[in-house]
């Protein structure tokens, strides 16, 4: 029911650019620590970030509200255990305030103070989403064989999602009483309406702007989600000097040129037009999203 789930590749880079990297598995996550090696505390989401948004937001969940879904199945997963008489150690929560914005990366790097410390690098999680990810590691390394395979099925360990077991049973139950809805118009116009946005003839001129600004400050990129396409940006713990200036140059070249409000006013135009078009298909899918949040809460409320 989410972004990330499509396999479309040339979604990819709007899958890693728009923060909805909340269901890669954290593991696989960089951790980089500032230039030289200073160790900080991580700064909150900047509102440069926090600010973007688009209409179909409205039926996808953002970070925040997959905590919820993912508290949810693990009291289903607990309880499931204890029916089996295995154990099961709930997560501490995550604060919605920690939560990756659900848009970060939309427009590529967009925040000047995260781009002073961490360049085009992901910064590390925020205190308590770092807490229930220790947590959850720690779970799992001190799961004996027979546990494992009751809580995340044959294979016994969850890739991302599982394919079985306590985990499996969790994620049905909450999603017995969604409605039918079609996920895949979703999935489509995300990246359709996405795609547009970067035709839209204004915004083909802020690019060039944008472009021009940064080949003032030395650097040479046609679209400004080139920097993000390179896999050195999205690698590896190091955040080098040089990165830092190209991406504070990036920032700035994207507010000098109004990069991301006249962008996010292109989305939101064809995204409304998109939905007026399909209302009744997009009404079914809002009433799915609600259902499944109410079910997540439903369970947390009594769990």
Request: hydrophobic content about 35%; aromatic content about 4%; glycine content about 6%.
């Amino acid at each position: 029911m989410s972004l990330c789930s499509r396999a479309v590749p040339v979604l990819m880079l709007l899958c890693v650019v728009t923060g909805c990297a909340a269901e890669v598995d954290s593991a696989s996550r960089s951790k980089p620590a500032a230039a030289g090696g200073a160790t900080a505390p991580v700064p909150p989401p900047g509102d440069e970030a926090v600010s973007i948004s688009v209409p179909l937001d409205r039926y996808d969940p953002s970070p925040a509200e997959l905590e919820v879904i993912d508290a949810a199945e693990d009291v289903l997963v607990g309880e499931c255990m204890r029916r089996q008489g295995l154990s099961w150690k709930r997560l501490p929560r995550a604060a919605a305030k920690d939560a990756e914005p659900r848009n970060r990366r939309r427009y590529g790097v967009v925040e000047p103070q995260i781009a002073r410390i961490y360049g085009y690098h992901l910064p590390p999680d925020r205190p308590t989403v770092a807490r229930r990810e220790a947590a959850e590691e720690k779970r799992r390394k001190g799961l004996d064989g027979m546990e494992k395979k009751a809580a995340y099925g044959s294979e016994g360990r969850p890739p991302g999602k599982t394919s079985g077991g306590c985990l499996k049973k969790a994620e049905e139950t909450l999603l017995e009483e969604v409605p039918d809805a079609d996920f895949g118009l979703l999935n489509d116009t995300i990246g359709a309406t996405y795609e547009q946005s970067m035709k839209d003839r204004v915004l083909v001129r802020v690019f060039r702007a944008w472009s021009a600004c940064m080949r003032q400050a030395g650097y040479r990129y046609a679209h400004p989600l080139e920097p993000l396409a390179e896999e050195r940006r999205l690698n590896g713990d190091q955040v080098s000097e040089g990165e830092i200036r190209q991406a504070r140059a990036d920032v700035r070249c994207k507010k000098s040129t109004d990069l991301v409000p006249v962008w996010n006013a292109a989305e939101n135009r064809i995204q409304r037009a998109a939905t007026e078009k399909n209302s009744a298909a997009f009404a079914e899918l809002l009433r799915a999203q609600r259902a499944w949040m109410a079910a997540a809460h439903r369970v947390l409320d009594k769990g």
